[in-house]
């Protein structure tokens, strides 16, 4: 029996959706532990958990990251220059990740995609989840990639839009440790 007004191809989609438990992935459950270097409410403890967030969300993450340097990266999985400076963001995390606390910016994804992606590249440093681009358009970006360092004390030290290359990101990352 169908609905008044609800065409049966509608309905069928709806319950196919609703049995494959197809969703933007925000509820599945993370996996990969992430290697933090601060703790705080707002901060995932999985890489891949992508808590939705928003620009007044990421505001109240960085005071709460507050005396720990801080790399701010906005990536996508279908960003093709994310896809090249991720090894570099990954390899870094590993080398300082104890003591600079690297944080992702997932934009104008599927979660599903985002997760597929953290895994694919190793990240193991966490990222919030802003599919509609409102963190993106507060830090005046065109769209992804690009990276943010704030020293400890919370002030931005330095940006880079776009790709990120392995001396900027060096050179970076030696300005915020101070």
């Known amino acids: ?63 709460q990251l507050k005396g720990t340097p801080v790399v701010l990266n906005f990536w996508a999985s279908w960003c093709e220059p994310c896809k090249t400076e991720t090894p570099l963001l990954v390899a870094a995390h590993r080398r300082y990740g104890d003591r600079v606390q690297f944080l992702g910016v997932d934009l104008q994804d599927s979660a599903n995609g985002a997760r597929r992606f953290i895994a694919q590249q190793g990240m193991t440093y966490p990222s919030v989840f802003d599919p509609s681009n409102a963190i993106g358009t507060a830090y005046s970006l065109l769209g992804p990639p690009g990276t943010f360092f704030y020293d400890a004390a919370g002030h931005l030290a330095a940006s880079s839009p776009g790709q990120l290359s392995a001396q900027d990101l060096q050179r970076n990352l030696q300005v915020i440790e101070g």
């Open 1 to 63: 029996m169908t609905r008044p007004g609800v065409p049966r191809s509608v309905l069928a989609v709806a319950a196919l959706l609703t049995l494959a438990g197809c969703s933007s992935g925000a509820s599945q459950t993370a996996s990969i532990p992430a290697t933090n270097a601060a703790t705080a409410s707002l901060l995932p403890t999985t890489a891949d958990a992508l808590p939705p967030m928003d620009p007044d969300g990421l505001k109240e993450l960085l005071a």
